[in-house]
């Protein structure tokens, strides 16, 4: 299986500042990459598909980049409720999905 | 908006088998994948398999042989079994709807998730 390296594992913030979590793939899966969000007790949300491409109402403080191996996501500017742990997914050799260890991010 | 609510026992004991349901509001059941997600405490997602209520359903090698998955149409409902649960099977399960358009997939609707113990 394809396995997706994370980091960091935890993250924290300041109100206002720039956030960056990379994802590294074991092998080339082009932009077959996907990130969600998810907050104790809720459902998680998908964030970005793709690599790049922002959901339908998900705030444009959220992107992604890259391709091939190495990922990023970013929250340009961290609100208070960012507050959440995030994943990566690739879907590169479907149906075998597999996530990242997630990063779990915090406010100062 | 499609929404997903998981429902089930959350205490096993060893050897027996987890059963669980996903109930899908707003929204059909036809035509998607309906897949099952667990996260073990302090440890990634693991993908469980996926059902589907017209094609074969598949399910993650490490656990083929043990799990089973199966679509209600009429209950609008999607199941999942494992049988022979052992305290590595502890973990919170999730539902999800994956959507997929030219080989280009997401889980793009999610339960909250439900906490499964296994213990003697």
């Known amino acids: 299986d394809i396995q997706m390296t994370q980091s960091p594992s935890s993250l924290s913030a300041s109100v206002g500042d720039r956030v960056t979590i990379t994802c590294r793939a074991s092998?080339?899966?082009?932009?077959?990459l996907n990130w969600y969000q998810h907050k104790p007790g809720k459902a998680p949300k998908l964030l970005i598909y793709?690599?790049?491409n922002l959901e339908a109402g998900v705030p444009s403080r959220f992107s992604g980049g890259g391709s091939g191996t190495d990922f990023t996501f970013t929250i340009s500017s961290l609100q208070p409720e960012d507050i959440a742990t995030y994943y990566c997914?690739?879907?590169?050799?479907?149906?075998?999905?597999?996530f990242g260890q997630g990063t779990k991010l915090e406010i100062k | 908006q499609v929404q997903l609510q998981e429902s089930g026992p959350g205490l096993l004991k060893p050897s027996e088998t987890l059963s669980l349901t996903c109930t899908v509001a707003?929204?059909?059941?036809?035509?998607?994948?309906w897949n099952w997600i667990r996260q073990p405490p302090g440890r990634e997602l693991q993908w469980i398999g996926y059902?589907?209520?017209?094609?074969?359903?598949y399910y993650n090698p490490s656990l083929e042989g043990r799990v089973t998955m199966s679509v209600d149409r009429s209950k609008n409902q999607f199941s999942l079994k494992v049988s022979s649960v052992t305290a590595a099977d502890t973990a919170v399960y999730l539902c999800?709807?994956?959507?997929?358009?030219?080989?280009?997939?997401?889980?793009?609707?999610w339960g909250q998730g439900t906490l499964v113990i296994v213990s003697s």
């Open positions: 999800a709807r994956e959507r997929c358009n030219t080989g280009k997939c997401r889980f793009d609707s």
């Open positions: 707003g929204g059909s059941i036809g035509s998607f994948y």
């Open positions: 059902v589907h209520s017209s094609r074969s359903p």
């Open positions: 092998q080339d899966i082009t932009d077959n």
């Open positions: 793709d690599a790049s």
């Open positions: 997914q690739q879907y590169d050799n479907l149906p075998r999905y597999t």
